[in-house]
């Protein structure tokens, strides 16, 4: 769509892109059949192509009010609409551009300042939500239902492998995951052992900046970016294979490092070199796996024997992070599928289950719809166990079933434990 910049955006780098993005918008509404909130509220300006009409009026010099950051609050950002949109909008990027602009113009309440600073303090700092969460998993049967679906039960994280291996992969050490669930990165080490790879899990490393920029903190994300970046270059020098990360919503976020440190001159090139070796662990496993398959699915088989022939019936929610922020598509179903797994198959599998970060703290009523809406497809077929491939996902789903919900590497683990 034709666009004019107001003067100010002229010349700098978020003018550029944000301009460049809405000249590719037709304004066809392919995207509203799958947004999320659209689906739910029916409203134009919470569909992707609203908020491309209001992000549109900001650059070009429109002053935005409170209506203008609401709506640009309850987007998901979970991009499905990238994914069905037929003229390559990059929604994901003008929104992150759209969201910056506003919030430097208009000032929310200080109720909202306030929980949008502690979550973005406390979830990325280590030192902070640890001891926090350790302390919400003891008192968890006390706790109110609304902190108790915050709080997953936790759960024995397994040995971590010891053995040292000529190959080596480089794993993020995340802000919330080895508080809230360890045993997904403790199951990842143990799967990657047995295929004679070590995992390395760098601690100068941290939180991979998703949460500070998804809540408009810019220079705090490029801040832990960087430090990232530090972190993993000397690994990566000394021969380590790829940085493969098990959290999708992580493994979107450090592939972005290279657009967003695009203008500096000290880490542009860096940022290339750390995105080229990133790998989710979905996209990388299976072709690790392929010489294991079988011995695997024998494994699985004896399990079915012990079970009277039955088959284990599984499901899996792929992650828009996974699906639509990465383009990673069915990697996870055939490999499950190719183990011997009854894996069902849940409709609207494109649609968002409503945990987006920290969106299910700042839009909890869109949220819990989104869960319920989700949380009965993926029920339908009664399965045994609900799989998936994000953090944020899993303990999402978790607090709203009775349904046992894991990482689809625990699953594996599980299964190459088999004897």
């Known amino acids: 769509m034709e666009t004019h910049l107001a003067d100010w955006l002229k010349g700098t780098a978020d003018g550029a892109e944000a301009e460049s993005i809405l000249r590719k918008c037709v304004h066809c509404g392919f995207c509203l059949a799958t947004c999320p909130t659209y689906q739910l509220l029916g409203s134009e300006l919470d569909s992707p192509r609203g908020r491309i009409y209001l992000i549109k009026q900001v650059a070009e010099g429109v002053g935005p009010g409170p209506s203008t950051l609401a709506h640009l609050d309850r987007c998901l950002t979970c991009r499905n609409c990238e994914t069905t949109c037929p003229s390559g909008v990059e929604y994901g990027h003008l929104v992150d551009v759209g969201r910056k602009l506003v919030e430097e113009r208009v000032r929310r309440p200080a109720g909202e300042r306030l929980l949008r600073f502690a979550l973005r303090e406390a979830l990325t700092r280590r030192w902070l939500f640890d001891p926090a969460m350790r302390i919400g998993q003891m008192l968890r049967p006390l706790l109110p239902a609304v902190l108790r679906d915050k709080v997953p039960a936790r759960r024995p994280a397994g040995a971590w492998p010891r053995a040292a291996h000529a190959r080596k992969v480089l794993i993020l050490n995340g802000c919330t995951q080895p508080a809230m669930m360890p045993a997904i990165d403790a199951a990842t080490a143990r799967v990657l052992d047995r295929l004679g790879i070590e ?131 069915g990697e996870v179903e055939r490999l499950l599928d190719a183990l011997g797994v009854e894996r069902l198959v849940a409709a609207e599998s494109h649609l968002c289950c409503g945990s987006a970060g920290t969106y299910s703290v700042l839009q909890p009523a869109l949220s819990l719809q989104l869960r319920e809406r989700k949380l009965g497809h993926l029920q339908a077929g009664s399965p045994e166990l609900i799989l998936s491939a994000n953090i944020g996902c899993l303990a999402h789903l978790e607090a709203g079933t009775g349904s046992p919900v894991r990482h689809w590497i625990e699953w594996l683990d599980a299964a190459m434990a088999e004897r």
């Not at 079970?307 to 639509?324: I, N, S």
């Open 199 to 329: 995992t390395v899990l760098e601690r100068r490393s941290g939180c991979c900046g998703a949460i500070r920029h998804h809540l408009a903190d810019t220079e705090g994300a490029l801040a832990q970016a960087r430090r990232n970046i530090d972190a993993w270059l000397p690994h990566l020098e000394r021969g380590a294979e790829a940085i493969v990360i098990n959290a999708s919503g992580c493994g979107a976020m450090v592939k972005e490092y290279a657009h967003l440190l695009r203008e500096d001159p000290a880490y542009a090139a860096k940022a290339r070199r750390v995105v080229a070796a990133t790998k989710d662990l979905a996209e990388w496993l299976p072709a690790q796996l392929a010489g294991s398959i079988d011995a695997i699915r024998a494994r699985v088989d004896a399990r079915r024997s012990a079970r009277a022939g039955a088959a284990e019936r599984v499901v899996f929610h792929p992650p828009c992070t996974l699906q639509h922020g990465q383009r990673i598509r």
